[in-house]
């Protein structure tokens, strides 16, 4: 048996970059912090991301079947810990577009990826979601990076 505490503190070892993944569902704006993003393949474009059983948010997103991937700067770290948290109206204060699939933008970002739900499969205590590319575009910046527990710069 692989204990949870020693599985978290050898992938935290593992350093990404941080997104937000946004959706609208009945006119209401739905998102969560996500590491777990993956360019999949380049053609087709897919993406994947790995979304917690737990996800609040995500059954909303899910139902919308579009979501977006907001690709966070290194100065985004507060708008990240604010997105990680659940229950609380995440998007009060925020400033953000409504793109192609009808997801927030968030203003500041370095990417966003909007996406089609392609499939979605339980996997263990996650879904692994895989999106199909609708719209993608980049604006200049550093990225936040997430490294053991903490955000990070790049430089
Ligand atoms: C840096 C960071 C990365 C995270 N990555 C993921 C992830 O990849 N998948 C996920 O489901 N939750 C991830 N989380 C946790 C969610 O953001 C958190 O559980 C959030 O409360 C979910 O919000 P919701 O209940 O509104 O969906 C991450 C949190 C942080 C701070």
């Given amino acids: 048996m692989i204990s949870p505490d020693k599985f978290k503190e050898v992938v935290s070892h593992f350093a990404t970059g941080v997104t937000i993944v946004t959706g609208t569902h009945d006119d209401r704006p739905y998102g969560f912090t996500c590491q777990t993003f993956l360019s999949l393949s380049v053609d087709p474009a897919l993406i994947a991301i790995a979304v917690s059983l737990k996800s ?66 339980e996997a263990g205590d ?15 910046g550093e990225p936040l990076l997430y490294f053991k527990t903490k955000f990070g710069k790049f430089i």
Avoid: M
């Fill in 56 to 121: 609040t948010s995500w059954p909303s997103i899910s139902a919308s079947g579009k979501f977006a991937v907001n690709v966070l700067n290194q100065d985004q770290g507060e708008l990240a810990n604010t997105f990680a948290i659940s229950g609380i109206d995440k998007f009060e204060g925020a400033s953000f577009d409504i793109g192609i699939t009808g997801s927030p933008l968030l203003l500041g970002c370095l990417g966003y990826i909007e996406a089609e739900i392609e499939r979605e499969i």
């Fill in 126 to 140: 996650h879904y692994i979601v895989i999106g199909k590319v609708l719209d993608l575009f980049r604006a200049p």
